[in-house]
């Protein structure tokens, strides 16, 4: 079992900027990926951003190209995704998950485990 812990939701204006954390525990010794995938109200859970391993590669959902990016420290066991330039549009619960995979995992029913998840609220 892996647990995952998400942080740094909070609200903030358009434009602005957000680093979200998460902190996996548990059995963490395998090679596992890592990802961010969201939900909002009413809509289906859509992986926004992926990362593999070694962090060598990544993989974003065209809504937050170039506006996000994910990184990985494997030595702290931590996965981030920065978000820039944030919009309204952005307001979601954002859950952080993973799965015992050394390659990067972009679909998300490939996924194993995945955290409470943490809110973006983006005012206008």
């Known amino acids: 079992q892996v647990q995952l812990v998400e942080s740094g939701g909070e609200l903030v204006q358009a434009g602005g900027s957000l680093r979200l954390s998460c902190a996996a525990s548990?059995?963490?010794?395998?090679?596992?990926?890592m990802g961010w995938f969201h939900q909002a109200p009413g809509k289906e859970r859509d992986v926004v951003a992926a990362i593999s391993w070694t962090g060598g590669n990544t993989w974003y959902a065209d809504s937050v190209k170039g506006r996000f990016t994910i990184s990985r420290d494997n030595a702290n066991k931590t996965v981030s995704l920065r978000m820039n330039n944030l919009t309204p549009e952005d307001t979601v619960v954002y859950y952080c998950?993973?799965?015992?995979?050394?390659?990067?995992?972009?679909?998300?029913?490939?996924?194993?485990?995945w955290g409470q998840g943490t809110q973006v609220t983006v005012s206008s």
């Open positions: 998950d993973a799965d015992a995979s050394y390659c990067i995992v972009i679909d998300l029913r490939d996924y194993r485990y």
């Open positions: 548990g059995r963490t010794t395998s090679p596992y990926a």
